[in-house]
């Protein structure tokens, strides 16, 4: 029997846990989207984001059927960090749209806990995640800069395309066909 990736997960060295993201950590996901999109400095306040629909999209109406996401939480219970993944249309791609089933992945973790593994143990959690829902490809966009890549690229996403001013990487998760994106 294998263990729940994200019951009650806890990293060494912090009092951190892991745990599903549900329809309550709606308002922490868009907390943590304007993280990511402000990575490199106050691009937008929260207000601004939500108003935009290409950004907003991340997090509208969460949890969307297809959607899944962890939260991570101190030794109080306030949540720290998410990651999760959803699937967007054709005609209403995310920044890392790869095709309509494969969902992209938004990470962050709030200012202040960076640096201690929670984002990693995030991203391991998110793809056994979806490796369990039979999920075989993730993707996600990384903008030129961002030292996430780093984090990315250690768990095997690989660069598949480019957008903007930002790469589009993917993670063929085990069993995935190797045929299915050119399909
Ligand atoms: C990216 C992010 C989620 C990583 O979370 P974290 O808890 O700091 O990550 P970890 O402690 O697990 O570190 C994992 C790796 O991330 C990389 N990394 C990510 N951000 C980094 C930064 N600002 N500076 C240096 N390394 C960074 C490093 O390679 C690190 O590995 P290392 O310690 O072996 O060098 C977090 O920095 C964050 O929220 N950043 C702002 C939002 C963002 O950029 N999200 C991603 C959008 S694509």
Redesign the pocket.
């Known amino acids: 029997m294998h263990t729940d990736p994200t019951s009650g997960t806890a990293l060494p060295g912090a009092s951190v846990r892991l745990r599903p993201a549900t329809g309550r950590d709606a308002d922490f996901l868009a907390d943590?989207l304007l993280?990511?999109f402000?990575?490199n400095g106050g691009r937008f306040t929260s207000a601004e984001m939500l108003r935009m629909p290409h950004i907003a999209h991340y997090v509208t109406g969460w949890p969307r059927a297809g959607d899944f996401g962890v939260v991570a939480e101190d030794d109080a219970g306030r949540p720290i960090?998410a990651?999760w993944a959803r699937t967007f249309p054709a005609d209403d791609p995310g920044y890392g749209h790869v095709a309509p089933d494969v969902p992209e992945l938004?990470?962050?973790?709030?200012?202040g806990?960076?640096?201690?593994?929670?984002?990693?143990?995030?991203?391991d959690a998110l793809v056994e995640l979806a490796a369990r829902s039979s999920v075989g490809l993730l993707s996600?966009?990384?903008?030129d800069g961002?030292?996430?890549?780093?984090?990315?690229a250690?768990r095997g996403f690989t660069v598949v395309g480019r957008e903007g001013e930002s790469d589009t990487m993917l993670l063929r998760l085990a069993g995935a066909p190797s045929g299915r994106l050119e399909a």
């Open positions: 943590v993280e990511a402000n990575w960090g990651g938004t990470l962050g973790v709030l200012p806990h960076r640096g201690r593994g929670v984002g990693s143990a995030l991203l996600l966009s990384v903008e961002n030292p996430a890549v780093r984090l990315y250690a």
